[in-house]
T-cell receptor
């Protein structure tokens, strides 16, 4: 089983809809991140969380919200989706006690907003 | 401002050629970490290497090698005797401390195409 699981893997929806992308991990890491990938732009940080009670905005948080329901779960919501939020979304985790360790990424959620 | 610059957007080589992917970073921290990730056409991100700011030793892993030079703020990646399976997008990333939570700052990526 994957250490970092993202659901759904693919989603097509319409402008104005509320969407939730979910991420769960079995690695026991305290830090979790959401990134967005657009062609030619690399990955950009949306939100990150040090633990359940510590959530921080990243570079491009406008239009998004997050919820850290438990250490293992970190959800990303688009309250009212718009077409320019069409992108590939990645969740990642890292161990707060081993900051030089690589982040572990999920397989991504491909989101299309029509 | 972009903290990680990968100036090469696309590179195309013929199989067995050597290829170097450039990465230049910018930071004021004395402690930081550098990473390379590979993204094959299937889309997942595959970790390749990490390097901390105090370790300037170059590293070789099979056909892959990395050259870290603090003096020029560069962390370049060389694939020797490239193969078709090396075709992917490669990302260089920087991780800094403080309130960024050691989140990764990614470059925009270099798309490598290796043809037979």
């Amino acid at each position: 089983d994957a250490d970092v699981t993202q659901t759904p893997r693919n989603r097509i929806t319409k402008t104005g809809k509320r969407i939730m992308l979910e991420c769960s991990q079995t690695k026991g890491h305290d830090r979790m991140y959401w990134y967005r990938q657009d062609p030619g732009l690399g990955l950009r940080l949306i939100y990150y969380s040090f633990d359940v009670k510590d959530i921080n905005k990243g570079e491009i948080s406008d239009g998004y919200s997050v919820s850290r329901q438990a250490q293992a779960k970190f959800s990303l919501s688009l309250e009212s989706a718009i077409p320019n939020q069409t992108a590939l979304y990645f969740c990642a985790t890292s161990d707060g006690d081993a900051l030089n360790q690589p982040q572990h990424f999920g397989d991504g959620t491909r989101l299309s907003i029509l | 401002a972009q903290k990680v610059t990968q100036a090469q957007t696309e590179i195309s080589v013929v199989e067995k050629e050597d290829v170097t992917l450039d990465c230049v970073y910018e930071t004021r921290d004395t402690t930081y970490y550098l990473f390379w990730y590979k993204q094959p056409p299937s889309g997942e991100l595959v970790f390749l290497i990490r390097r901390n700011s105090f370790d300037e030793q170059n590293e070789i892993s099979g056909r892959y090698s990395w050259n870290f030079q603090k003096s020029t703020s560069s962390f370049n990646f060389t694939i020797t005797a490239s193969q078709v399976v090396d075709s992917a997008v490669y990302f260089c990333a920087l991780s800094e401390g403080g309130r960024s939570g050691y989140a990764l700052n990614f470059g925009k990526g270099t798309s490598l195409l290796v043809t037979p």
